[in-house]
């Protein structure tokens, strides 16, 4: 029975999948399976599987008609046999001694879950914008009791982390099938049941940002994943309610709808965002009255003022907290003719800021 069984979804891949593989074979901790799970791959991804899987009885080939990434991942989690769960992304790669370390890092310090640094390359080339490196960056060093504060101040990725085997089997612990994002259902689910983590600050994976991937088109209205993160957190709370753990954490499931609901809504048209809320409307029914309540405090609809089929003026107010920072945001903005700003006043990593027809009137740093 291997130590460490590694779950790798394969999908139309082989232009980075024998670099991927490559890192995984030279592991220095050698007890570990690769559990490749082909999902229905068009290109010569299956192939090089088979010649790995020949060369190394470490390796493992599962197949599936293409299901999506969290399928594929359902699949390596019914057939891993190792102690310890890992992920990886056909079109990242390993440090040699990334599993030795969290390892070593997970069972000297006796956690649930041990979490690595990791370095980010952009396919584009593009300078990356000071949110999303402080969205990768560890804020937490060595052993730690896990709080709702620390859950949303760590990213929500796989492949940076190694989990219990016992304790995903326990909950039923899973990946919402059929939607993008499904990496962060996972992570919440299983940091609720989690009690503690240990943090290693080093940078063991690496992270191939590529135009075409998930968070690539996360800027992208044309996604059709446009709405999957509001129902992956349908998932997650049905996983809070199974295991009667709805009362313990809905603060924090508000806390992350809100911040979600922020991520996912900022970037959308006006169609967009009316199905968006369509859709949120839908769950807050079935929540508690309290939680139903709270969400709606932060989720709320676009008011337009219309001439005819002609958009006169759109008023959108969207607040919350910053889930890294813990800061309030706020961000209200009137805008005319679809493009004209009139009004703009927003609150952000505690500097308030007012606008007037673009032109800047106030700009305010709060005292912490």
Same mark, same amino acid.
């Given at each position: $029975?291997?130590?460490? &069984? ?117 396919? &584009? ?31 929500? $990725? ?187 006043? &927003? ?11 673009? $032109? ?9």
């Amino acid at each position: $029975m291997p130590i460490i &069984s590694i779950i790798l979804p394969v999908y139309n891949a082989e232009k980075y999948l024998g670099k991927c593989l490559d890192s995984l074979k030279v592991q220095t901790f050698p007890d570990i399976e690769v559990l490749c799970v082909d999902d229905g791959s068009q290109d010569g991804s299956r192939r090089i599987c088979e010649e790995y899987m020949l060369a190394d009885k470490r390796f493992k080939l599962l197949s599936q008609p293409n299901s999506g990434p969290a399928a594929a991942r359902n699949l390596g989690l019914r057939n891993a046999a190792g102690r310890y769960l890992m992920f990886c992304d056909a079109d990242d790669w390993y440090q040699p001694d990334i599993c030795e370390k969290l390892l070593k890092a997970i069972t000297a310090s006796q956690t649930d879950i041990a979490i690595c640094g990791c370095r980010v390359i952009d396919e &584009s080339e593009q300078v990356r914008p000071q949110e999303d490196i402080a969205y990768y960056r560890l804020y937490y060093s060595g052993k730690q009791q896990i709080t709702g504060k620390l859950i949303q101040r760590t990213n929500v $990725m796989l492949w940076n982390k190694i989990f219990k085997a016992d304790l995903v089997r326990q909950y039923g612990i899973d990946f919402p099938t059929g939607y993008e994002y499904d990496d962060n259902c996972f992570y919440w689910q299983y940091m609720c049941v989690a009690k503690t983590a240990c943090f290693l600050d080093e940078e063991l994976y690496n992270y191939l940002r590529r135009n075409d991937s998930v968070m690539g088109k996360v800027y992208n209205r044309k996604n059709k994943g446009v709405y999957d993160s509001l129902y992956s957190l349908e998932h997650f709370y049905d996983f809070l309610r199974r295991n009667s753990l709805e009362k313990r954490y809905n603060r924090l499931f508000v806390d992350i709808y809100q911040n979600c609901w922020r991520f996912c809504t900022v970037f959308l048209d006006e169609r967009q965002y009316a199905q968006a809320y369509k859709i949120f409307n839908r769950f807050r029914r079935i929540l508690p009255p309290e939680v139903s309540f709270e969400l709606k405090k932060h989720c709320r609809p676009r008011y337009l003022l219309r001439l005819g089929n002609f958009k006169l003026a759109e008023f959108i107010c969207l607040n919350g907290k910053d889930g890294l920072t813990g800061c309030r945001l706020i961000d209200i903005r009137l805008v005319l003719f679809s493009k004209l700003p009139l009004f703009n006043l &927003s609150l952000k990593n505690a500097v308030l800021r007012l606008k007037f027809c673009g $032109m800047r009137i106030l700009r305010f740093r709060q005292r912490k």
